[in-house]
């Protein structure tokens, strides 16, 4: 089952703060988010886990609701490498050992002067 | 570390014709994943190798699409024949699967495929 990201598209000026949304309607072990730039291969950023904390990545960051199966991604104070498309990928089930990802069909990041 | 390495990077066929995406992932990675990207539904996963054997394939969109991994530094999707619609950018990942511990994915350069 594809999570729904939201929105779809945002562009915010150097310096704002963006917060990018991921909503799945199955249980999920885990959540992890990627950033693609034009014409490259996603890159990992971070993961979270069913039970675990709130992760952190500089001033990227993100949380974990396991019973509403959501997840967000925060950037804060944004930079203009933080340009491109942001995607979540969701592992389905309780048990951790499923391992394949389901990703959503992601969020355009633009970041202006 | 040289990362997950794919080639070819780019491939133009005519429609009919046999094509073979080679992956080679990162050294100690015994998952092993093949996605395809298009605008209209993203990244999709097609197939799914843990430790050499095919776990998930699911994905695979019907008989023209296969995939291999005879050892553990190398994997093949093949497309046989191929079709205008096959036409996306195929992405190879890797990662470690161990224990119920859990890490992000190595995504590959992909290959761009354009079938005319």
């Known amino acids: 089952q594809q999570p729904v990201q939201s929105p779809q598209a945002v562009i915010l000026r150097e310096g704002e703060d963006a917060v990018i949304n991921c909503s799945s309607s199955?249980?999920?072990?885990?959540v992890h988010w990627y950033r693609q730039k034009h014409g490259e291969a996603p890159v990992f950023l971070m993961i979270?886990?069913?039970?675990?904390e709130q992760k952190g990545h500089e001033k990227i960051s993100a949380s974990f609701n396991e019973k509403k199966q959501q997840s967000s991604l925060y950037l804060t104070a944004s930079q203009l490498s933080y340009s491109g498309t942001y995607f979540c990928?969701?592992?389905?089930?309780?048990?951790?050992?499923?391992?394949?990802?389901?990703f959503g069909k992601g969020t355009l990041l633009t970041v202006n002067p | 570390d040289a990362g997950v390495i794919q080639s070819p990077r780019h491939e133009v066929t005519e429609m009919g014709q046999e094509v073979t995406l080679r992956c080679k992932p990162i050294?100690?990675?015994?998952?092993l994943f093949w996605y395809r990207q298009t605008m209209m539904r993203g990244l999709e996963l097609l197939i799914y190798f843990n430790n050499n054997v095919p776990i998930d394939d699911s994905g695979m969109p019907e008989d023209r699409f296969s995939a291999k991994m005879p050892n553990a530094s190398f994997s093949t999707l093949k497309i046989q024949p191929s079709e205008p619609r096959d036409s996306a950018v195929y992405f190879c990942?890797?990662?470690?699967?161990?224990?119920?511990?859990?890490?992000?994915?190595?995504f590959g350069s992909g290959t761009r495929l354009t079938v005319v």
């Open positions: 990928g969701t592992e389905e089930g309780s048990g951790g050992s499923n391992y394949k990802l389901t």
């Open positions: 199955k249980a999920l072990y885990s």
């Open positions: 979270l886990l069913k039970g675990g």
């Open positions: 990942a890797s990662t470690l699967t161990v224990g119920g511990r859990h890490y992000g994915y190595t």
């Open positions: 050294s100690g990675h015994n998952s």
